[in-house]
């Protein structure tokens, strides 16, 4: 890939080499200094309106206690991975050394039972809400296809997609908790229940947006594709193929990054909910700990969540810009 089509790299490479300077000062100083202002601005507002609020943990967390917060908790789990070194050190050179007295002895390794770390909830809510945005996905599109191409099949999935399109995904956790206590019954399973009462929780709230913005997408179709389809005599699989999914990825993608975000919210609330394991976890057991640092744990933990939701949709446009044929897909 040519670094100089970087929307970031080329107009330093541009006002090196002389290019329409002011041009390019003008367009650095709107990408990059101004959002550096605006974050700036938000700081020296946060630290002065934080210093005026006192609650009964304290006074409200500015920019400086947040960041002592995470540097504590990047502490925590670096002290938690030595510990689990530890752990599993030990284990090996007792069953060395058992195993000197008595080749037939056969070794066991207990794993790690400590608690989470923070980073560790942040990879546990990652892996719920990837796993049940794939899984919409993959429902979802198929069916947002075949309503788009179809009218009779507009007609009969409608009326489903704007009955439970407004219900709340949080209403759907206490009967996605009893049906998968009831359903989901091993003595080895692969996932833990709680995980799965998360990930299909997300996956209810994915399944709409992408539903509704495929179909859209889908309709956008010229008469003239149609038509040049039908005169190619293309089968029903290869029109899709080749010219119902080209022209729908723009409004298709547009449900996915939809999907995404409001995924990504519910986990934090389900989790706060169900008590499942993950950041919304995190912040309501901080919450009930109530200590001094618990408001600017709780503040880390807010600052994360917007961070990852803004890296899953700069990730889902960038996938949009690879697939797509159109490249000029801004990334905002």
């Known amino acids: 890939m040519n670094p100089l089509k970087w929307a970031f790299v080329e107009p330093f490479y541009k006002l090196i080499i002389g290019e329409d300077r002011k041009?390019?000062?003008?367009?650095?100083?709107?990408?990059?200094?101004?959002?550096?202002?605006?974050?700036?601005?938000f700081l020296i507002i946060w630290q002065g309106v934080s210093s005026h609020i006192h609650t009964s943990l304290g006074q409200f967390p500015g920019p400086v206690q947040t960041y002592q917060q995470f540097v504590a908790l990047s502490d925590e789990a670096d002290a938690a991975a030595e510990k689990e070194a530890a752990f599993y050190q030990r284990q090996e050179e007792r069953n060395a050394a058992r195993m000197a007295k008595d080749p037939n002895y056969e070794p066991r390794v207990r794993d790690y039972v400590g608690p989470p770390t923070f980073f560790d909830q942040i990879w546990r809510s990652l892996v719920t809400v990837m796993s049940g945005f794939v899984l919409a996905s993959i429902i979802a599109i198929p069916i947002g296809i075949v309503i788009g191409l179809s009218s009779n099949a507009y007609a009969a999935f409608n009326p489903l997609i704007q009955i439970f399109k407004p219900v709340s995904p949080l209403a759907w956790l206490p009967l996605v908790t009893m049906v998968v206590s009831a359903v989901y019954v091993s003595d080895d399973p692969m996932?833990?229940?709680?995980?799965?009462?998360?990930?299909?929780?997300?996956?209810?709230?994915?399944?709409?947006?992408?539903?509704?913005?495929?179909?859209?997408?889908?309709?956008?179709?010229?008469?003239?594709?149609?038509?040049?389809?039908?005169?190619?005599?293309?089968?029903?699989?290869?029109?899709?193929?080749?010219?119902?999914?080209?022209?729908?990825i723009p409004m298709m993608f547009t449900g996915l990054r939809i999907s995404l975000g409001i995924a990504w919210m519910v986990l934090i609330a389900a989790e706060m909910l169900a008590q499942n394991p993950g950041l919304g976890k995190f912040v309501w057991d901080e919450f009930q700990n109530g200590s001094s640092d618990s408001l600017g744990r709780i503040m880390v933990a807010v600052l994360v969540i917007g961070v990852v939701g803004f890296v899953l949709d700069r990730g889902m446009l960038t996938i949009q810009r690879l697939v797509s044929w159109d490249k000029s897909v801004a990334l905002r």
């Open 23 to 41: 041009g390019q000062v003008n367009l650095l100083v709107k990408s990059i200094g101004l959002p550096i202002a605006g974050l700036l601005a």
């Open 191 to 248: 996932f833990d229940k709680a995980f799965l009462n998360s990930m299909f929780t997300v996956l209810l709230c994915c399944l709409w947006p992408t539903i509704i913005n495929t179909a859209a997408g889908v309709a956008t179709v010229t008469q003239d594709l149609k038509n040049v389809s039908q005169v190619l005599n293309l089968s029903w699989w290869t029109h899709v193929r080749k010219i119902v999914l080209p022209c729908s």
